[in-house]
């Protein structure tokens, strides 16, 4: 049975320890309550951000560089964000609290991003007074969407015990895609064929009913906190790293308290990182062990930046490269572009249920592995595919590209694009869901928003990567009259050269990857 504590009930009875529970909460039934509070809210949030560039393009009358880079640094900022909530979540509020407040302003963003599509409709050009609403809304949604993101997806878990984790991460994300699916074709219609106002206004509502659902399972909802009577993590932590800098002339100690209850309990005896044993002097061993278990994530954060670029593609260039090519399916009748991000959620809504069901029973009957594969080899996995899907997407663009040349009344038909966003989306349960788990499992359990919004700064950092990226190679190979990868005119341009860069960059980082994670020790959390 898993020890919690109710974290409101901390609040109004302080002496609330580890050992409280209440045996009635939580379970799948409040884990597919939360399920659907994240469709919900990945209708809102999908429905702004995919056909953004669309937007930003029209509407707004930027150019193709500057929108992919304003994009890009907008996702940076909301995967990055995260990280900031989450300290706040785990050392003050908690995460019910914090999904609170966050939903609040991220209702609020909303309201404000459609205001601003309002005086759009009265004004052929942007005034400064809507494109300032605009740009202000969507870092005031990405405030919002910072901080209840982690928590959501933690809470969520929080509810469920033992190996039913693994497969809420997996239906969580089918959830969410069968959302994001239906956003795509709803929002992005009404957005390009009726109205961008009533196209960002319909998200909006979508969140609020959201939260409403949220609170309806206030009742039956575990809420649970670690720390009883222990002074906060952060404060724990850092007391390590200043005690081993403090003690670094001292030889490495190893001492083992057999009374000591601790958070994060190792596979094998700690040999990693010795160098924070030389805390033992002041420290408890379960305070150096939750220490090495954070450092520990570090290289393999590191080594999973570059595929965040490659996952930033996917709303920007894939978009542009899809609106250049024949999107007809009837006389009269075109498909938009940004509607073609639907076969990654089509994909990952038909792979899901094949992975959980057939292909891990079959996984675990070789290794024995309730998971059937770990998480690392399962993240692996996933790197593969998404270095298959540039290069299938930098294929697709030298032959795009030299259709348009020998004859530029001719267009590719759209339908090649599928392959590289089928691979995407493969690539994205495998690697996406892979993390969320181990960035979940990997971490003491008071630093459970912590190790999820780890996980979420991976993308705010590619994305920022990517931003930059983008903006340098369009400053170099534009200098002398040359034209720009990132040109306006797409048949002019070279995406298929950013795309082999990205596939050879992303080979880079799966060797890296493989070295790091070949000397992980995984960490065994207590079933508390």
């Known amino acids: 049975m898993t020890n919690v504590c109710d974290e409101l009930g901390d609040s109004l009875h302080p002496g609330t320890t580890e050992g409280s529970m209440r045996s009635s909460s939580g379970g799948w039934k409040s884990a597919r309550l939360i399920i659907g509070v994240e469709m919900a809210e990945q209708f809102a949030f999908y429905g702004i951000s995919s056909n953004l560039i669309t937007y930003l393009t029209g509407p707004l009358g930027e150019s193709t560089a500057a929108a992919a880079a304003n994009i890009n640094a907008l996702s940076g900022t909301m995967s990055f964000l995260p990280l900031l909530w989450a300290f706040i979540a785990d050392s003050f509020l908690g995460r019910f609290r914090t999904i609170i407040i966050a939903s609040f302003l991220y209702i609020l963003g909303l309201g404000q991003l459609w205001f601003s599509t309002m005086i759009s409709s009265h004004h052929k050009d942007p005034s400064q007074l809507q494109v300032t609403l605009f740009f202000s809304s969507l870092y005031f949604i990405a405030i919002g969407h910072g901080g209840y993101k982690p928590c959501i997806k933690v809470f969520g878990a929080d509810q469920l015990d033992g190996e039913a984790k693994s497969s809420y991460f997996n239906w969580l994300m089918f959830g969410s895609c069968i959302s994001v699916l239906t956003t795509r074709l709803i929002s992005v219609f009404i957005q390009e064929n009726l109205s961008w106002s009533l196209g960002f206004g319909i998200p909006s509502v979508s969140m609020l009913l959201s939260v409403l659902l949220f ?233 459970r928003s912590i190790g999820m919004a780890l996980n979420l700064s991976i993308y705010g950092v590619g994305n920022f990567l990517s931003s930059f990226m983008i903006s340098f190679i369009d400053k170099v190979t534009s200098q002398s009259g040359q034209m720009s990868w990132f040109d306006n005119d797409l ?12 596939a050879c960059l992303s080979s880079i980082g799966l060797a890296s990857y493989l070295w790091f994670s070949k000397s992980y020790v995984y960490n065994r959390p207590n079933k508390f």
């Open 215 to 447: 609170l309806t399972g206030t009742k039956n909802y575990r809420f649970s906190t670690a720390r009883g009577e222990k002074k906060n993590p952060f404060a724990r932590i850092s007391h390590v790293f200043m005690e081993a800098v403090r003690n670094r002339g001292q030889p490495g100690l190893d001492i083992y308290n057999p009374n000591q209850t601790l958070l994060i309990v190792p596979v094998h005896d700690s040999k990693q990182l010795r160098f924070l044993d030389r805390a033992a002097i002041s420290c408890d061993l379960a305070e150096i062990e939750e220490a090495k278990a954070m450092l520990k994530l570090v290289p393999i954060w590191m080594s999973c930046l570059v595929f965040a670029i490659v996952c930033a593609q996917s709303h920007t260039f894939f978009i542009k490269q899809g609106a250049k090519m024949d999107r007809s399916i009837s006389p009269g009748i075109l498909v938009p572009a940004a509607t073609l991000q639907c076969f990654i959620d089509i994909t990952i809504i038909i792979f899901i249920p094949i992975y959980d069901r057939l292909l891990v029973p079959i996984a675990r009957s070789f290794t024995r592995n309730p998971s059937g594969i770990t998480m690392l080899q399962r993240i692996g996995s996933g790197m593969v595919l998404s270095i298959l899907s540039m290069v299938v997407a930098a294929l697709v663009e030298t032959k795009r590209l030299q259709t348009a040349r020998d004859d530029d009344t001719i267009l590719m038909c759209v339908w090649w694009l599928v392959p590289q966003y089928v691979f995407t989306g493969v690539g994205n349960v495998l690697r996406m869901v892979g993390l969320q788990e181990f960035f979940y499992d990997q971490v003491p359990c008071e630093l």
């Open 491 to 502: 048949n002019k341009a070279h995406l298929d050269y950013f795309y082999w860069l990205l």
